[in-house]
């Protein structure tokens, strides 16, 4: 797939003849000591070595005085490792106002909402936002659940809208989020002494927003014990409280099938931080194969996290022969997660071919970890996006 992308910059704009040091490093278009705008003359030199490498490209058209657009293509494929934020309570019926009035940013935030099952109105400045809640009071007297607002409005900003939602007695119900481009120290108790129920810098990240919508919804303990206010810290430091309150399968025995020694302390270090100790380490394929035999009747492994490539024999091989019973019948049906350094195209289909259940890719981190653990141990509503064993 060839990705397009053009960027309108309504600046100064540039003139003709020196627009070809844009791309040059450590060059600026006004080399003068008194230029009035800064920058080193590494960032389009070092945008266009990365559209090279992904196959692309970048030129820039330009009027001195009216500003500049640039243009660049990457050449991409099609992936199959994406990740779904599936829903974990139902905002079907949950009604959401959001104001800002950058278009981009209204839509994005729009479309992931519908996603969710929010009832989504758009209003892109503090008079129409407050239009909107009159109308929606004056039809039914059920206004909005939650507003997301934000703060560098045009005209009345996003500050000045929140004080004329508290201030009024038929808004005052609706949950205020506010959203800034800039967070300082502080802030957060500020709009919580303001009557607000959340508080994030934009961009805020799509799970941020989702847990944050979550505890509002259920507005349960989570909001009550938000201090000051719901905060992407905040949001942290629950879930490191879920994590501490999960508890895993009894017996939860792991085999994990590792040669390189710093990777082991790795994977182990993980397996522990998240309450999982009953671990055992083959070095190799071989070795393996070796230990499962001796564990047919007490102390059976129920998940074997299986490097891919390995000395003496690979994890492909060895998960092969562990269908085949090399290992014993007991084992057959093992679940192995497979580790692998790459994430190219047609490897997850190499290590699902070789009999292993799912893959994890190299470097592993603590939370895909966990939830491959999770799903594959539970089975159950920890489930990633996909619905079957043969498509995770």
């Not at 058209?61 to 779904?84: A, M």
């Not at 799509?206 to 259920?218: C, G, M, S, V, Y």
């Not at 997660?337 to 699902?352: H, P, Q, S, V």
Request: charged share 25%.
């Amino acid at each position: 797939m060839r990705f397009h992308c053009s960027v309108e910059d309504t600046g100064i704009g540039i003139p003709e003849d020196k627009a070809d040091r844009l791309f040059a490093k450590f060059s600026q278009v006004d080399a003068s000591t008194t230029r009035k705008y800064g920058g080193t003359g590494l960032g389009l030199a070092i945008v266009r070595q990365l559209c090279e490498l992904m196959g692309g490209d970048i030129a820039v058209s330009s009027r001195f005085g009216h500003g500049s657009q640039f243009e660049f293509f990457v050449t991409l494929i099609h992936g199959d490792n994406t990740q779904f934020e599936a829903a974990k309570i139902d905002l079907q019926g949950s009604k959401i106002l959001l104001v800002d009035d950058n278009l981009s940013a209204l839509t994005s935030l729009e479309s992931q909402l519908r996603h969710w099952g929010a009832d989504v109105y758009k209003a892109s400045s503090g008079i129409q936002a407050l239009s909107l809640c009159e109308a929606e009071y004056q039809r039914d007297k059920n206004v909005f659940d939650i507003a997301l607002l934000d703060m560098t409005l045009r005209g009345m900003s996003g500050e000045q809208l929140g004080a004329a939602l508290k201030n009024d007695k038929r808004f005052k119900a609706i949950k205020l989020i506010m959203m800034t481009q800039m967070g300082t120290k502080g802030d957060g108790q500020f709009y919580a002494n303001r009557g607000y129920s959340g508080y994030f810098p934009k961009p805020v990240t799509t799970k941020d927003l989702f847990d944050a919508l979550t505890i509002l919804a259920e507005d349960g303990k989570a909001l009550a014990n938000a201090k000051p206010l719901v905060t992407s810290h905040y949001l942290k430091l629950v879930r490191k409280a879920n994590e501490a309150e999960f508890t895993w399968p009894k017996p939860c025995r792991i085999l994990l099938v590792e040669d390189n020694k710093v990777n082991q302390v790795v994977a182990l270090s993980m397996l522990k931080k998240l309450g999982i100790t009953h671990i055992e380490v083959a070095e190799n394929g071989l070795l393996a194969i070796e230990l499962l035999k001796s564990h047919q009747d007490e102390c059976q492994f129920e998940l074997i996290l299986m490097d891919c490539q390995m000395p003496e024999m690979d994890g492909y091989r060895t998960t092969e022969l562990i269908r085949d019973g090399a290992a014993g019948e007991s084992y057959q049906g093992v679940k192995v997660l497979a580790m692998t350094a790459n994430a190219m195209a047609g490897d997850r289909e190499k290590c699902l071919n070789a009999g292993m259940n799912d893959y994890l890719t190299k470097p592993i981190s603590e939370e895909p970890l966990s939830e491959k653990l999770q799903y594959w141990l539970y089975k159950s509503e920890y489930a990633s996006t996909d619905d079957t064993e043969e498509t995770t």
